[in-house]
C-alpha cells in the first residue's frame, strides 16, 4: 500500500479546515442529502463527504457505509487531495499499486471504484472530497464528472455558509455583550455624573442667586456661560443615557390613549410651549396597542424639536394625524418652522448630528437618533419630507 503523500501547505490547510469547525460535527440533512443525488447521479451504492484531518478522515456525510471515520492512511481521498483540481478517478483499485493491499480492498465486501473530487476552498485549500464508491469496477462518463465537480462546490458553499453563520453568531453575542456593558455603563452615569453636574449646576445658581453683588460684569457673565453649559451637559448626559437604554428590547405592548398621551406630553413641556407660543392640535383617535413608554418618547422628541426648529416672529404650529393601516398605525406630526433640506434627509437621523449653530438651536443631536432606532427595533420606520421656509412632515410607523 502506498501511503498518501503530505500536502506542501498542510499546516494551513489544517488550519484553514479547522476554521469550520465542521470536524466532529453531527450529521446534517443538507450534507446527506448531497451525498444521496451523488451516488444517484453516478449510480453508485456508497457515497461519501470526507474531511481530511492531520491522521484521520472524517466522515461528514456518508451513504452505504458504517462509521464515521478512517485512518489517513488508509483513506483513498487523502490522496486525491494532492491534486485539488483534478478529479481522481480509480476504475478497479486490486490493480492499482497505490491501493491493491489497502484493508478496505482486500476486505469484504471490497472497494473496487472509486471517484473522488476534492473539496477546494477560495483560498485553495484542498479539505476533503465529495466520493463515490463501488464494489466492482466502474467509471463516470463526461456528464457524470462534470455533476460530481458541481457538487463538490456546493459542499464548499455549505461549509462557508456554516462558518458565516457561526462568525455572525459570535459577533451577535459580542453586541449582546456590548449592550450589557452599555446599560451598565449608564447605570453608572446615572451616579458618577449626573449628580456632580446637578451640584455644580446648583452651586452656580446660588452663586448668581445670593452673592452677585460681589461679582463684577464679567464674573456675572462668567456664571452665566457655566450654567448653561452645565445644562447643556446635564441634557447631553440624559440623552445618552435615553439612547443607551434603548439597546434592550423590553416592550411590552399595552393599550395606549393617544390623546391622554400626548396631552401628558404638552401638560409635562408646558412652560416650553407656551413661550414659543405653539399651537399643537390632534385629532381623536382610538386606543392603539403598543408600548407606551416607545410611543411617549417618539411623540416627544418630534413635537419638542418641531417647536425648537420654528421661524423667528412667526408662531409655530404643529399638527398631529394618526392613520390606521392594515398591519400599522402611521403617524404623521406636520409643522410651518424652518424646513429641512432633502440633501440633509439621512443625515437629521444620525447621533449627534446638527444642522445649525448650539448657539441657535441648542440640544445632543440624539433626539432623532434614538427615534429612527426605537422605531426601526420594533419593525417600523421613519422618515422626512420637508421643504426650506416651508415646514416639515415627520412620518413614521408603529407595527399593530
Given at each position: 500500500?502506498?501511503?498518501?503523500?503530505?500536502?506542501?501547505?498542510?499546516?494551513?490547510?489544517i488550519?484553514?479546515?479547522?476554521?469550520y469547525?465542521i470536524?466532529?460535527?453531527?450529521p446534517?440533512e443538507?450534507?446527506?442529502n448531497?451525498t444521496?443525488?451523488?451516488?444517484?447521479?453516478?449510480?453508485?451504492?456508497?457515497?461519501l463527504?470526507t474531511?481530511?484531518?492531520?491522521n484521520r478522515?472524517?466522515?461528514?456525510a456518508?451513504?452505504?457505509?458504517d462509521?464515521?471515520e478512517?485512518k489517513?492512511?488508509e483513506s483513498?481521498?487523502?490522496?486525491?487531495i494532492?491534486k485539488?483540481d483534478?478529479?481522481?478517478?480509480v476504475?478497479?483499485?486490486?490493480?492499482d499499486?497505490?491501493?491493491a493491499?489497502?484493508?478496505?480492498?482486500?476486505?469484504n465486501?471490497p472497494i473496487?471504484?472509486?471517484?473522488g473530487?476534492p473539496?477546494?476552498?477560495a483560498?485553495g485549500?484542498?479539505?476533503g472530497?465529495?466520493?463515490?464508491i463501488?464494489?466492482?469496477?466502474g467509471?463516470?462518463?463526461q456528464?457524470q464528472?462534470?455533476?460530481?465537480?458541481s457538487?463538490?462546490?456546493?459542499v464548499?458553499?455549505l461549509?462557508?455558509?456554516?462558518k458565516?453563520?457561526?462568525?455572525l453568531?459570535?459577533?451577535q453575542?459580542k453586541?449582546?455583550?456590548?449592550?450589557?456593558?452599555?446599560e451598565?455603563?449608564?447605570?453608572?452615569a446615572?451616579?458618577?455624573?449626573?449628580?456632580?453636574?446637578?451640584?455644580?449646576?446648583?452651586?452656580?445658581?446660588?452663586l448668581q442667586n445670593?452673592?452677585?453683588?460681589f461679582?463684577n460684569?464679567?464674573a456675572?457673565?462668567?456664571?452665566?456661560?457655566?450654567i448653561?453649559?452645565?445644562?447643556?451637559m446635564?441634557?447631553l448626559?440624559?440623552d445618552l443615557?435615553s439612547?443607551?437604554?434603548?439597546d434592550k428590547?423590553?416592550m411590552?405592548?399595552?393599550?395606549?390613549?393617544?390623546?391622554?398621551?400626548?396631552g401628558?406630553?404638552?401638560?409635562?413641556?408646558a412652560?416650553?410651549f407656551?413661550?414659543a407660543k405653539?399651537?399643537i392640535?390632534y385629532?381623536a383617535?382610538?386606543?392603539?396597542?403598543?408600548?407606551?413608554t416607545?410611543?411617549?418618547i417618539i411623540l416627544?422628541?418630534?413635537l419638542m424639536?418641531?417647536?425648537?426648529?420654528?421661524?423667528?416672529?412667526k408662531?409655530?404650529?404643529?399638527?398631529?394625524?394618526?392613520k390606521e393601516?392594515?398591519?400599522?398605525?402611521?403617524f404623521?406630526?406636520?409643522?410651518n418652522?424652518?424646513g429641512i433640506?432633502?440633501?440633509d434627509y439621512?443625515?437629521i437621523?444620525?447621533?449627534?448630528?446638527?444642522?445649525h449653530?448650539?448657539?441657535?438651536?441648542?440640544g445632543?443631536?440624539l433626539?432623532?437618533?434614538a427615534c429612527?432606532k426605537?422605531?426601526?427595533?420594533?419593525?417600523g420606520?421613519?422618515?422626512?419630507?420637508?421643504?426650506i421656509g416651508?415646514?416639515?412632515?415627520?412620518?413614521?410607523?408603529?407595527?399593530?
Amino acid at each position: 500500500m502506498k501511503y498518501p503523500l503530505i500536502p506542501e501547505n498542510e499546516e494551513d490547510r489544517i488550519k484553514a479546515l479547522k476554521s469550520y469547525h465542521i470536524l466532529d460535527s453531527l450529521p446534517e440533512e443538507d450534507y446527506d442529502n448531497i451525498t444521496r443525488l451523488a451516488a444517484v447521479i453516478c449510480k453508485t451504492p456508497i457515497a461519501l463527504i470526507t474531511l481530511i484531518d492531520s491522521n484521520r478522515q472524517f466522515f461528514k456525510a456518508v451513504l452505504g457505509l458504517d462509521g464515521t471515520e478512517t485512518k489517513r492512511d488508509e483513506s483513498f481521498c487523502a490522496h486525491a487531495i494532492n491534486k485539488p483540481d483534478e478529479l481522481m478517478i480509480v476504475n478497479d483499485a486490486r490493480f492499482d499499486n497505490r491501493f491493491a493491499d489497502n484493508p478496505f480492498v482486500t476486505g469484504n465486501p471490497p472497494i473496487v471504484f472509486y471517484a473522488g473530487m476534492p473539496l477546494v476552498n477560495a483560498d485553495g485549500y484542498a479539505l476533503g472530497s465529495i466520493c463515490v464508491i463501488d464494489n466492482k469496477p466502474g467509471d463516470l462518463n463526461q456528464e457524470q464528472q462534470a455533476a460530481l465537480k458541481s457538487l463538490s462546490h456546493q459542499v464548499i458553499q455549505l461549509m462557508e455558509l456554516r462558518k458565516k453563520n457561526r462568525l455572525l453568531l459570535e459577533y451577535q453575542n459580542k453586541l449582546e455583550l456590548y449592550a450589557t456593558e452599555m446599560e451598565s455603563f449608564a447605570h453608572m452615569a446615572s451616579h458618577d455624573l449626573k449628580d456632580p453636574l446637578r451640584m455644580i449646576s446648583l452651586f452656580l445658581q446660588k452663586l448668581q442667586n445670593n452673592h452677585s453683588e460681589f461679582l463684577n460684569d464679567t464674573a456675572k457673565k462668567y456664571v452665566d456661560f457655566s450654567i448653561n453649559a452645565s445644562k447643556k451637559m446635564t441634557l447631553l448626559v440624559n440623552d445618552l443615557l435615553s439612547y443607551a437604554a434603548l439597546d434592550k428590547d423590553n416592550m411590552v405592548k399595552e393599550d395606549i390613549n393617544v390623546n391622554e398621551l400626548i396631552g401628558e406630553i404638552i401638560s409635562y413641556h408646558a412652560a416650553f410651549f407656551d413661550e414659543a407660543k405653539a399651537s399643537i392640535r390632534y385629532e381623536a383617535v382610538p386606543n392603539i396597542k403598543g408600548s407606551k413608554t416607545v410611543l411617549k418618547i417618539i411623540l416627544q422628541n418630534l413635537l419638542m424639536n418641531a417647536v425648537k426648529f420654528r421661524k423667528t416672529g412667526k408662531p409655530i404650529s404643529v399638527n398631529i394625524s394618526i392613520k390606521e393601516m392594515e398591519l400599522l398605525w402611521l403617524f404623521k406630526i406636520s409643522d410651518n418652522g424652518i424646513g429641512i433640506d432633502a440633501a440633509d434627509y439621512d443625515e437629521i437621523f444620525k447621533p449627534f448630528k446638527s444642522l445649525h449653530p448650539q448657539s441657535v438651536y441648542k440640544g445632543s443631536g440624539l433626539g432623532l437618533a434614538a427615534c429612527k432606532k426605537i422605531i426601526e427595533q420594533h419593525g417600523g420606520k421613519i422618515w422626512v419630507e420637508s421643504e426650506i421656509g416651508t415646514g416639515s412632515n415627520f412620518y413614521f410607523e408603529i407595527v399593530k
